[in-house]
Nanobody, 128 residues
Framework: QVQLVESGGGLVQAGGPLRLSCAAS????????MGWFRQAPGKEREFVAA????????YYADSVKGRFTISRDNAKNTVYLQMNSLKPEDTAVYFC?????????????????????WGQGTQVTVSS
């Protein structure tokens, strides 16, 4: 089992930055591929970013490419999502997810079904 706890959400003005953190426990974090998803009211959960076990491979949704950066610190069992140039359309609950393997071989990193564990989510609200 893996427990994931997100933090860092809040209210921010458009154009501002915010950094989300996701602390993992329960299994050896360094062997887990990780991802971030988000869900806005009335919409389906959508992929935001993903990272393999080492941080050597990262993936982004087109809507956040160039503005968001996913990273990880395996010594701290934490994955981060640095969000810059935030837009009102980025408003959503952001979820951290862990895949029970080191990379995304044999699956699609942008699908929720690729992940085995989920956090409870953290609200991000971007005001215009």
């Amino acid at each position: 089992q893996v427990q994931l706890v997100e933090s860092g959400g809040g209210l921010v003005q458009a154009g501002g930055p915010l950094r989300l953190s996701c602390a993992a426990s329960g299994r050896t974090f360094r062997y887990l591929a990780m991802g971030w998803f988000r869900q806005a009211p009335g919409k389906e959960r959508e992929f935001v970013a993903a990272i393999n076990w080492s941080g050597g491979s990262t993936y982004y949704a087109d809507s956040v490419k160039g503005r968001f950066t996913i990273s990880r610190d395996n010594a701290k069992n934490t994955v981060y999502l640095q969000m810059n140039s935030l837009k009102p359309e980025d408003t959503a609950v952001y979820f951290c997810a862990a895949r029970g393997s080191m990379d995304f071989s044999g699956t699609y990193y942008y699908t929720a079904s690729a992940y085995d564990y989920w956090g409870q989510g953290t609200q991000v609200t971007v005001s215009s």
